[in-house]
């Protein structure tokens, strides 16, 4: 049987997904809970605590709750996951549009990024991710070809790391993650629909494999308003 405190959870968490309790709206009072629902406020402080701990109202002592804007996505900071297992998870609708795809020779920076010779090959892949019919993610992917041997339009428009684990047999073992806000770029206006925001959120990616070896290099660029990076840590 589904605890109590559970149910009410969802059907408030419902109500906030489905626009029915807008973003900064306050919630009923605890007491008025108590009455609504018929059950004890430890009830109801158990379901509005769960509320607050996932993110959709935060709780603002002597004033009440407060519904949280949900209208982000949020993106696994310590975590290595692919944006197609990512839209999967957040169930919206969501395309990758590939803009660039090329074998090159690696620049100074991307020799040092990846830490290959000026003869090295690598794979060039510059990726529109748009989320609700809105370009919000710029990614800019780069490959050593000498762990990535074949690469093809189809694959990066679905998931390349669904064809490196699938296909190549290959497993990713970490990543080094780095995130800063910047200007945008030109580049980034031309790709992403900006709107009035002139600083874009850039989170590089040293990813490798399980045997120590570095085989990506990426900056994903991310629109500032949509996108909350999170990551959960215990104090030991």
Known sequence: ????????????????????????SKLASENELMKEYSVSRDTIRK??????????????????????????FDFPISGLTSFKELANKMGVKSQTILEEFELIKPDDFLMNQLNVSKNSDVWKVIRV?????????????????????????DICKDSVYEYI?????????????????????EEDKKYLDLEEYDMIVVVKNYTYLDDMSLFQYTESRHRPDKFRFVDFARRK
């Open 129 to 153: 991710r748009e989320i609700k019919e809105q370009r919000n993610i710029l990614d800019k992917d780069f490959f050593n070809k000498k762990y990535i041997p074949k690469l093809t339009e």
């Open 47 to 72: 379901s509005l605590n769960l509320l607050e701990q996932n993110g959709y109202i935060q709780k603002i002592k002597g004033k009440g709750s407060f519904v949280l804007d949900i209208n982000k």
């Open 165 to 185: 684990e699938g296909e190549l047999g290959l497993k990713i073992g970490f990543a080094k993650k780095e995130i800063t806000v910047q200007k945008a770029t």
């Open 1 to 24: 049987m589904v605890s109590k405190y559970l149910i009410i959870y969802n059907e408030i968490k419902e109500k906030v997904e489905n626009g029915d309790m807008k973003p900064t």
